[in-house]
């Protein structure tokens, strides 16, 4: 073990990068992945080296893919002529996981920021203009935040695809399932009730 | 332990670590100000730490050179602009200019309360020409007011027709003479007279964005203006910007 310190304390530090982890619960991590060394650490090593050489942005969406598309670019049955427009992975995956949509996807790899100068030409916006007009797109569904920039980014996305006639459209904003009034934001209720429906 | 008090608008909000964030605010009293909001990533929190937003903001901090931790209680939210295609690109040209303009906890307490004005008319009908008066008045809060009252040549205030886009200073019909192709046509909506057309705003801001890019520069690092900016200029320009989507 005359290495092994410096090596295990190396792990720790990468280990504590990690989102939801800090040198503390990367530590415990650490402990008990060398507790179980065969189990989980060497097939956990093995595959995380497998990904690292293979993860790559599918050509078309933007996904995550081990391939040049992904499983979803691929399936011929997704070509619903539906486009969903998300910021990142992560946004793609859970709604997949909702399992709501079963159209395509267009990961755009970030949102228009004025202040971290985060321009058009930094995001996917030329490529999805290209499949609108490419892939015979009859509908685009922005699935950006409710945010200041995510909703900057939709109205630009807008103004871009509005020469080609697509439809554009957005998600809901308003009252989520199992919230209580009483606990919402005023800009939450006031985009509720502009969006209200007949009941 | 250094404490404040006060009200202000948040600029920009940036994640610190899992669950805080690092909130940049414009302030009544105490300016451009930044400090760290623990829980600010929170779902609670994160409705309200939007640009644009006003809030009842606490300071605290051991020694007042540090950052600080500021806790927050929403006074009123601006998310309503964000169906506000027009709107929204104003709160962001707004947030991002103030962001690059004012030094930090320098107090300009005229120019938060115009500011304020500005912010509460963004989600009316007739603000680009209130904006364009806003721009002035950055310039004014920033050292170079624009001096539109008189003739810089002759003195007279009759008939002022150009800007000099070396010194901001008006220049009437006649004295312009073989400078006129050098020198901005002045704008009745700078002289915050009549009704604003399109036209007009767009050579209010021309000059306001001239002058504004030169008195930036070394804040910009060699930068233009903020692409919010930018992107609001070329939307005021665009008669379809004028309305909403739904």
């Known amino acids: ?199 | 332990m250094m404490e404040w008090r006060d009200e202000g608008v948040l600029l920009s909000v940036r994640r610190h670590g899992e669950s805080a964030a690092i909130i940049e605010v414009f302030t009544a009293a105490h300016g451009r100000h930044m400090g760290v909001v623990r829980g600010g990533a929170s779902r609670k929190l994160a409705p309200v730490l939007q640009p644009g937003a006003q809030l009842d903001l606490t300071w605290r901090a051991r020694l007042d050179g540090h950052m600080g931790a500021f806790t927050v209680e929403p006074i009123r939210s601006r998310t309503g602009l964000l169906g506000d295609r027009l709107g929204l690109a104003g709160l962001n040209a707004v947030c991002a200019l103030l962001h690059v303009a004012l030094p930090e906890r320098e107090p300009h307490p005229g120019f938060w309360q115009v500011s304020i004005a500005l912010f509460d008319a963004l989600s009316g009908p007739d603000w680009p020409a209130a904006y364009l008066r806003w721009e002035m008045r950055l310039l004014e809060e920033i050292g170079f007011g624009l001096d539109l009252t008189r003739c810089a040549v002759t003195g007279s205030r009759e008939d002022l027709a150009y800007v000099s886009p070396k010194t901001g200073r008006a220049v009437s019909r006649a004295a312009a003479g073989d400078w006129v192709g050098r020198l901005f046509p002045l704008p009745l909506a700078l002289l915050g007279q009549g009704p604003t057309s399109a036209e007009d705003l767009a050579r209010g801001l021309a000059i306001t964005g001239h002058f504004l890019s030169r008195e930036l520069a070394l804040m910009l690092g060699g930068r233009p203006l903020p692409e919010a900016r930018t992107r609001l200029q070329e939307m005021l320009l665009q008669p379809v910007s004028f309305t909403k989507r739904e």
């Open chain 1, 1 to 199: 073990m005359t290495q092994a310190p410096g090596d295990i304390e190396r792990l720790i530090e990468l280990m504590a990068r990690l989102p939801g982890l800090g040198p503390r619960s990367a530590r415990r991590a650490v402990l008990m992945m060398l507790k179980k060394r065969g189990a989980v650490m060497a097939p956990l090593a093995q595959v995380m080296a497998e990904v690292a050489a293979s993860a790559r942005d599918c050509v078309r969406c933007g996904n995550i893919t081990g391939a040049d598309l992904c499983d979803i670019c691929r399936d011929e049955r997704r070509a619903t002529g539906e486009l969903c427009v998300v910021e990142d992975v992560a946004d793609l995956w859970a709604l997949e996981r909702a399992g709501a949509f079963r159209g395509r996807y267009h990961v755009l790899g970030g949102v228009l920021s004025a202040l971290d100068s985060v321009g058009p030409d930094d995001l996917r916006i030329p490529q999805l203009a290209r499949r609108v007009r490419d892939e015979g797109i009859a509908e685009v569904i922005l699935a950006l935040n409710a945010t200041v920039d995510g909703q900057t980014t939709a109205h630009y996305i807008a103004d871009v695809l509005a020469p080609s006639g697509v439809q554009v459209t957005s998600l809901a904003q308003g009252v989520p399932i199992g919230g209580e009034l009483d606990y919402l934001d005023d800009g939450t209720i006031g985009a509720a009730l502009r969006a209200r429906r007949r009941f």
